[in-house]
């Protein structure tokens, strides 16, 4: 009784049973169970994370808010002060008296003034002849107004603009103070731009507000200007020194990416990973003109799985880890490890790799099977292959190349004796009067002296030469490292040979001859459409060559140079 070796299973073998699938089960269900435990752990942490981000958006958007509440008071002061009849004058004592009533009323600014449209200082001419360090400290202050963007750009639009950070040095009345500049256009009746008029508002007047937010949920605010300089912080650091870039790399490109009202996750200078909430203040359409950003140092929600629900988390990863491993097990015993031979062999196969086979495949009797059949088929498939690409490349009557194998190959060795520097000779032999032995014999005569002469020429080739047949009763041949007298030694040899052989056929003999032609090529360095180039020429000369043969009489060899 024969055996079905696809239906036999291998009793050594382990294959999935209802038991270890009920098994598979309920791991799987034990997994789902440990994903809705972690769910609910995520869930909280969710909300909590959320929390902290509302929290440090609203701190940002409160601070944001004083301060563009403070700008835009400012505005409306400075604008009133450009409309009174004390700005008629504005280089008048009476306009700098004016200002400095304004200075006692305002606590809030550090300086109200009164700038040329060139930049220089209309009130500093009135305290007298000025020294020459104190000219050159003038003529500095107002190259330094002149050359701020924000004092451009009032110039530019004229209308009230937010400035930059304030260079302290030039102002050495103003102390260390973190100031914000702020302008305001001064127009003539006929409403010419005469001066520019500026309040510089001290940032820490809003200190009440900053400290509320910072002591009920520890909320730091900086402030930078347009250029990222740090205009000012609560709490304030020590060694913080305000107009200096104060961004680093990462938070710098944070901020760059974000619009509006925003948050982000970064690492600090300090190289701890904080909650930031920013709010950019711009006028109208134009560049941010500050960037106010809340920081909260590890909010809760990053330390929440060291301070919540750890034991559950723990337990939950350990669940979930086991119940993988588990099942990886299992899965990887009857499944994984032999689909992943099969894999592997698949790949190989798409990559033209047909030689190797499967050995032993693990896994349940079906994998098994797949294996079998694929080694099978493999066998087969590789057979046809080998017979398909010998079909590709040979003459089906004689056993030689044939042209398009020829080509492939007289190329590449084209390229090797271009590289070694070495001769290759190229010979085209044609059988004389082929048509009358054709006639006379019929084409299976006419096919019995074709493969007699491919006999001879694969004889007395060498192994290194490249013979093949054209078509029909022509032939050519490619002899690497041959020069043109060891090529025409060879041709005469299979000449004479076949001269003196003949064919027996249907009781008869045939006897024919060759005629044969050369050119011996010596090739250089070329690049690849130079090579195919050569090859096509060669062939062109050695086929000259021949019709001088069968010119001249035939059963001969004759050469052509260049």
């Not at 963007?149 to 009032?154: C, G, Y």
């Not at 973190?178 to 006929?190: C, I, K, N, Q, S």
């Not at 990886?328 to 086979?357: C, M, P, Q, W």
């Not at 070495?422 to 082929?434: E, N, S, T």
């Amino acid at each position: 009784m024969r055996t079905d070796p696809h239906t036999q299973a291998n009793e050594t073998e382990p294959t999935l049973s209802a038991k270890n699938a009920i098994i598979s089960v309920v791991l799987a269900a034990m997994f789902f169970l440990s994903l809705v435990a972690f769910y609910n752990v995520y869930d909280d942490w969710e909300k909590q994370k959320h929390e902290d981000i509302n929290r440090v958006l609203a701190a940002a958007e409160e601070c944001a808010t004083q301060q563009q509440s403070r700008i835009t008071s400012t505005e409306i002061l400075l604008r009133a002060i450009s409309a009174s009849h004390f700005a008629q004058d504005v280089a008048s004592p009476g306009f700098y008296n004016y200002l400095r009533t304004i200075d006692g009323i305002y606590p809030g600014y550090l300086r109200f003034n009164v700038v040329g449209t060139d930049g220089r200082e209309l009130h500093r001419a009135q305290t007298g002849r000025a020294s020459v360090d104190e000219h050159d400290k003038n003529t500095q202050r107002q190259k330094m107004v002149r050359n701020r963007d924000s004092f451009k750009n009032l110039i530019t639009k004229k209308s009230f603009v937010v400035g930059e950070y304030l260079d302290h040095s030039y102002y050495p009345q103003l102390g260390q103070n973190a100031v914000l500049p702020l302008g305001m256009p001064v127009f003539d009746e006929g409403r010419h731009l005469t001066a520019v008029l500026t309040a510089i508002l001290d940032m820490s007047s809003g200190n009440a507000t900053f400290q509320s937010i910072f002591e009920k949920n520890g909320i730091e605010t900086v402030f930078f200007d347009r250029k990222y300089k740090l205009l000012y912080r609560y709490p304030p650091r020590e060694g913080a020194v305000y107009g200096t870039p104060a961004v680093d790399e990462r938070l710098l490109a944070a901020m760059a990416s974000k619009e509006g009202k925003s948050y982000f996750i970064t690492i600090d200078p300090r190289g701890r990973e904080s909650l930031y909430a920013l709010v950019k203040l711009r006028q109208s359409d134009d560049e941010p003109y500050m960037f106010v950003l809340s920081i909260s140092r590890r909010p809760y929600f990053m330390e929440f799985f060291t301070s919540q629900y750890l034991a559950q988390g723990l337990g939950t990863i350990v669940a979930i880890l086991l119940s993988i491993w588990l099942a990886s097990r299992a899965g990887r015993r009857f499944f994984s490890l032999g689909l992943e031979t099969l894999a592997v062999r698949v790949n190989a196969i798409k990559s033209g790799d047909l030689s190797s086979r499967l050995g032993r495949v693990s896994g349940c009797r079906e994998i098994k099977i797949l294996g079998e059949g694929m080694n099978a088929m493999l066998d087969s498939l590789e057979e046809s292959n080998e017979k398909l690409k010998k079909l590709s490349n040979t003459d089906a009557l004689t056993g030689l190349c044939n042209r398009r194998h020829f080509y492939a190959q007289a190329g590449l060795e084209l390229r090797r004796a271009s590289r070694n520097g070495q001769p290759v000779a190229i010979a085209m032999a044609d059988l004389d009067h082929f048509k009358s032995v054709n006639d006379t014999y019929g084409h299976d005569g006419g096919d019995a002296v074709l493969r007699s002469f491919s006999s001879i020429l694969k004889e007395h080739a060498r192994a290194t030469d490249i013979v093949a047949r054209l078509g029909g009763e022509e032939f050519i041949l490619m002899m690497p490292g041959t020069d043109a007298e060891g090529a025409l030694t060879a041709m005469e040899k299979i000449r004479r040979i076949t001269f003196e052989s003949s064919v027996p056929f249907d009781g008869k003999t045939i006897s024919y001859t060759m005629s044969a032609g050369l050119y011996v090529i010596n090739p250089r360095k070329s690049g690849e459409d130079a090579f195919a180039e050569i090859l096509d020429n060669a062939v062109k000369k050695a086929d000259m060559a021949l019709y001088r043969s069968k010119e001249s009489g035939r059963n001969r060899v004759s050469r052509v140079e260049d």
